[in-house]
């Protein structure tokens, strides 16, 4: 079984920066694909970012202001966010792909006008 804690979520002002880090535990291959995604009240979960070897995705959104990595021997992956914006108020979720999808219990990212 994977267990994926996230960790760094808070309240910032507009322009401001926060980093978010996933540890995982259990059977994690670095060929899997790990990664965050983010949900608003109403709204489904949508991907901000994901990471394996040699391949970064990111939602065109966060493009320029977000830089994800990961350290594969710890099974951790951490989100960098920076110049945050009001729209990206969310509740953010780690995830990691295995044969199936594991997630995190998620971090509040509030960020103020």
């Known amino acids: 079984q994977v267990q994926l804690v996230e960790s760094g979520g808070g309240l910032v002002q507009a322009g401001g920066s926060l980093r978010l880090v996933c540890v995982g535990s259990?059977?994690?291959?670095?060929?899997?694909?790990m990664g965050w995604y983010r949900q608003t009240p109403g709204k489904p979960r949508e991907l901000v970012a994901t990471?394996?070897?040699?391949?970064?995705d990111y939602a065109e959104s966060v493009k320029g202001r977000f830089t994800i990595s990961r350290n594969y021997t710890k099974k951790m992956v951490t989100l960098q966010m920076d110049n945050l914006k009001p729209e990206d108020t969310a509740v953010y979720y780690c995830?990691?792909?295995?044969?199936?999808?594991?997630w995190g219990q998620g971090t509040q990212v509030t960020v103020s006008q």
């Open positions: 259990g059977i994690i291959y670095a060929t899997n694909i």
């Open positions: 995830n990691a792909r295995t044969f199936k999808d594991f």
């Open positions: 990471i394996k070897p040699s391949s970064t």
